[in-house]
């Protein structure tokens, strides 16, 4: 499998970096390696002392896809989640300044988490969805789809114009602002859409909450 990685996707983002807006979807990848599962600890690597997170709607491709229409790609995924985009910030700049690819500040071993995945059948409306992280209890980065530049169908289908998409792939969908450092001994949370409904059930109200959220500890590796 791939990580598909599309980058400035939320104008509020795209100005913290003070990076212009894109005009047509700009992505990257991540390894298979990136992937770290079941809220399994992130280790902050020696290599960087600037590692920022970047909370991100991820899509789980469902089917093998290329060259895929706008109007038909919400039939090649069917479930989404949360992911970090963990980056060395300090290793992307020095790239950038050079003008060198900065593969080496986002393609990382475990520089992506990501938590369970949830169908997308739950939800009514892909293109309205919230999501946030928390760093030790408080809320860092607030996201909504609906302020994406290039909404999910408009990635897909740019994206697999170049990339043979298949069963399994992941795309992650871009950072809402307020990105930022992670320190060791940090708690990460992200939560997919927080809200409570009233829902009635004969004469009861019930209180749903919807949590898809999951939990990094950032972690210094023993002996270094
Ligand atoms: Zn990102």
Same mark, same amino acid.
């Given at each position: 499998?791939?990580? &598909?990685?599309? $980058? ?11 990076n212009? +807006?894109?005009?047509?979807? !700009? ?16 280790? *902050?690597?020696?290599f ?12 789980? &491709?469902?089917? +093998? ?33 050079? %003008? $060198? ?7 990382f ?6 938590s ?8 009514d409306?892909?293109?309205? &969805? ?24 408009? =990635?897909?289908? *740019? ?5 043979? !998409?298949?069963?399994?792939? !992941? &795309?992650?969908?871009?950072?809402? $602002?307020?990105? %930022? ?21 004969? =004469?009861? *109200?019930?209180? *749903?909450?919807?949590? $898809? ?8 590796? =023993?002996?270094?």
């Open positions: 499998m791939k990580i &598909i990685c599309v $980058a400035r996707n939320y104008v509020d983002h795209a100005k913290e970096l003070s212009p +807006l894109p005009e047509k979807p !700009l992505f990257f990848m991540k390894h298979e390696n990136c992937i770290v599962r079941s809220n399994k600890p992130f280790y *902050y690597p020696d960087s002392s600037d590692i920022h997170h970047e909370v991100e709607l991820v899509l789980k &491709i469902s089917k +093998l896809g290329r060259n895929i229409g706008q109007k038909f790609a919400h039939r090649y995924y069917d479930e989404i989640g949360l992911g970090i985009d963990f980056t060395a910030r300090d290793l992307q700049k020095e790239a950038r300044e050079k %003008g $060198a690819p900065w593969e080496i500040s986002k393609s071993d475990h520089s992506a988490p990501v369970e995945f949830v169908p997308v059948s739950e939800f409306d892909i293109s309205r &969805i919230s999501f946030r992280l928390d760093i030790n209890g408080s809320a860092v980065q607030r996201g909504n789809t609906e302020l994406m530049i290039f909404p999910v169908d408009v =990635q897909i289908a *740019y994206v697999s114009k170049f990339v043979t !998409l298949k069963t399994g792939d !992941l &795309i992650f969908t871009g950072t809402p $602002a307020g990105v %930022g450092p992670v320190k060791v001994g940090d708690h990460l949370e992200a939560w997919l859409e927080e809200r409570k409904l009233l829902l009635q059930y004969g =004469q009861e *109200y019930l209180e *749903y909450r919807k949590k $898809a959220g999951f939990m990094v500890p950032v972690l210094r590796r =023993q002996g270094h």
